[in-house]
């Protein structure tokens, strides 16, 4: 199967003082993280050659909002994503594949998360390391081939840029 990991687009910032579970939750995509968000799902539209995959994203509003713009670009229906937990910011890569556990049968995978975790997720997936070896800012998109979610499995095909989306 193939996995698509994506990181949110740019979102608001946090002030100072402001640094809480509660309000990082909250945080909305800025008008160039929407952007962001829908180049990265033009790239998906073409890599995925009318392919149906199932979208995961994580709870967090800015990781939601990429989502609606993601699945406005493929043409599916505002519902067609899922909200799962285990998916967070504050996850390990360990409960993210748990939580990613249940659709190993997936022909098509997009998972809409955050740093740390996808990095760190990526690298435990290839690499069968903790420490994260790829870098990805906001809307960046990961293709990984799979066949089950199992630390040093996976095969990276590529990592792009919105900016490479343009």
């Known amino acids: 199967m193939k996995l698509y990991i994506v990181r949110h687009g740019q979102a608001e910032l946090l002030t100072a003082g402001e640094n809480t ?6 945080r909305a995509l800025t008008a160039e993280g929407k952007r962001e968000a829908h180049a990265a799902g033009q790239h998906l539209k073409q890599d995925l050659a009318g392919a149906i995959p199932k979208i995961l994203v994580s709870p967090y509003r800015r990781a939601q909002e990429t989502a609606e713009e993601i699945v406005n670009v493929l043409g599916f229906s505002p519902s067609s994503f899922l909200t799962i937990d285990g998916v967070t910011p504050r996850h390990s890569p360990a409960e993210a594949l748990a939580a990613l556990h249940p659709y190993d049968a997936s022909t ?18 290839v690499w069968h390391k903790d420490n994260p070896s790829i870098a990805m800012g906001t809307a960046y998109v990961a293709c990984l081939e799979l066949d089950v979610f199992s630390s040093g499995t996976a095969e990276l095909l590529w990592v792009k840029s919105p900016r490479a989306f343009s």
């Not at 579970?21 to 909250?26: A, F, G, L, P």
């Open 21 to 26: 579970e509660t309000r990082d939750s909250q």
């Open 108 to 125: 098509s995978l997009i998972l809409i998360s955050h740093q740390p975790l996808i990095s760190q997720l990526i690298s435990q997936l």
